[in-house]
């Protein structure tokens, strides 16, 4: 809506203001009628003289290419203020008395000034528009400009609920009011800015409750490391152990940014975390005493196959036989300080499972070296470890699954080689039999029975009455050891009494 004040404006900017030197229209309509006039005599001899000195500049100007041509040709049209909405014949109109359009019509057709016409007009078209833009940014950031300084100082002014109407009188005021022209536009930005200074105050309201939340958490922490608040604290507990000068601190009173609910809501919260962070605490111990533990059991196993290695416990060694032994190391120490049975429970499952695979593969061997059909393999005193093995590698040539069997019970040595305790146990036989009288080279039969330390005599006995029993095939059998064998035995028939594996 217009209301009748005048402005100034050069076409770029606009002011209410009165620019220094500003001449009015009709001051120079005036000035311009009193000089033609008097100059009225010379008009013709003026107009003749301007026509020689147009002759003089047609004469000067030239242009050496096309392009140059082109851009004299726009600059001309930019000098005389050539409209983007002018047409061609009114431009011709305006321009041909200009020595640079004769000049340009000797270098330029009719089509290729009319193509720089169109080109300059679209130039000029879009410039216009991006200032008259600009303009109408600057106008609006000025009427913005103008909504900040006066809305907050009028009386009963709400972002919420105030309209345009009840404020127009205080902004027009101002001449910055004017600089928007459009009513409709001013009572937009009118309500773009009441949600802008919606939002300002929302995010100061929300920033300020986070600082009175921070502040209270910061109070929670200090009675925390007091210990006045722990994870099992509740909130009466906790009220009951501020003093009156505690509860009068400003982090903590009530108040509109923190009120009693929300006071609860964070020490609720607060608590929780002390919880997280306490089950965590009490998880990393037990995980690190777990690993501590198992650590201690896996050193207790590696002395027991250390002592497997010495031999100085067997497949068929007992835990009162060896209790004695084994308790003066200090790996049995720190396993029975986990608990009191758990070194002897760790002991048997070793002894149980070395047994059961000792047993397994010994009847395998076994079988390989006295099998049906072949000449029986016979174990002296002097007979090496080497040359056992080449013997049963060799009764294994028979088959490709039973020759790896035997290269994995020959070369495995957890804790000790299966084939080195056979081999050892042949070889006291062989001296057993030996200290009985019989020959020294002994034949083996499958011992994967119960019945262990029985040898076939090679020879016949010069004495039969020191041979508890006779032999089929007329050969005399005899006792190995028997002490051993009947302590063997005795440790078998007690297996069956021991605890549990674990």
């Known amino acids: 809506k217009s209301t009748g004040r005048k402005y100034y404006s050069d076409g770029l900017t606009t002011t209410w203001d009165k620019p220094d030197g500003f001449i009015s229209p009709d001051t120079i309509v005036a000035n311009t009628s009193s000089q033609d006039d008097k100059n009225e005599p010379s008009k013709k001899k003026k107009r003749n003289s301007v026509s020689s000195n147009a002759v003089i500049k047609k004469e000067m100007v030239s242009f050496s290419t096309k392009e140059e041509a082109v851009a004299a040709f726009k600059g001309l049209l930019l000098a005389k203020g050539i409209s983007p909405a002018l047409k061609w014949i009114e431009v ?18 009719v089509g ?14 879009n410039e216009i528009r991006n200032e008259q833009r ?37 902004l027009a005021k101002d001449d910055r009011f004017y600089a928007v022209e459009d009513e409709a536009t001013r009572e937009s930005l009118f309500l ?17 409750k986070r600082e009175a939340q921070e502040s209270f958490i910061s109070f929670l922490q200090e009675r925390e490391e007091s210990g006045s608040l722990t994870f099992a604290s509740t909130w009466e507990s906790f009220l009951l152990s501020l003093s009156e000068v505690e509860k009068a601190d400003p982090r903590f009173a009530t108040s509109v940014l923190l009120p009693d ?13 002390l919880q997280k962070a306490e089950d965590d605490k009490r998880r ?26 010495e031999k100085k416990i067997f497949p068929y060694s007992r835990w009162k036989s060896v209790e004695d032994m084994i308790s003066e190391d200090e790996s049995f120490k720190l396993v029975q300080a986990q608990e009191r049975d758990a070194p002897r429970e760790l002991f048997e499952v070793f002894i149980d499972e070395w047994d059961d695979r000792y047993r397994r593969e010994r009847s395998f061997m076994g079988r390989l070296i006295d099998a049906p059909g072949k000449s029986p393999v016979v174990i002296t005193k002097g007979t090496s470890f080497d040359e056992f093995k080449k013997l049963v590698t060799d009764a294994a040539s028979y088959s490709v699954e039973a020759q790896n069997e035997t290269f994995r019970i020959v070369n495995r040595d957890n804790p000790v080689s299966s084939a080195r305790l056979f081999y050892d146990e042949l070889v006291d036989r062989a001296a057993e039999a030996e200290k009985y009288g019989v020959s020294q080279q ?10 262990e330390g029985m040898i076939i005599e090679e020879g016949e006995v010069t004495n039969k009455s020191d041979a508890p029993e006779t032999a089929q095939n007329g050969k005399d059998l005899h006792p190995v050891n028997k002490p051993d064998v009947e302590q063997k035995q005795s440790a078998k028939a007690q297996g069956s009494n021991r605890a549990p594996r674990v």
């Open 92 to 109: 011709t109109k305006l321009c041909e008395c200009d020595s640079r359009w004769d000049a340009c019509d000797q270098i330029l057709s």
């Open 112 to 125: 290729e000034r009319r193509q720089a016409l169109a080109e300059y007009q679209t130039k000029r078209a």
């Open 134 to 170: 600009q303009e109408r940014i600057r106008a609006k950031e000025a009427f913005g400009q103008l909504l900040t300084d006066v809305l907050p100082t009028v009386l009963g002014f709400s972002a919420r609920t105030s309209r345009f109407v009840e404020v127009r009188s205080a």
């Open 192 to 208: 773009d800015f009441c949600d802008d200074f919606k939002k300002r105050e929302e995010r100061k309201q929300r920033s300020k």
């Open 261 to 273: 609910s929300d006071r609860q809501l964070y020490f609720a919260d607060f608590v929780i975390e």
């Open 284 to 309: 990393r111990i037990r995980d690190a005493r777990r690993r501590a533990e198992k650590a201690q059991r896996d050193k207790y196993r590696d002395l027991l196959r250390q002592m497997a290695s």
């Open 442 to 451: 002994v034949s083996v039969k499958d011992d994967s029975s119960e019945d």
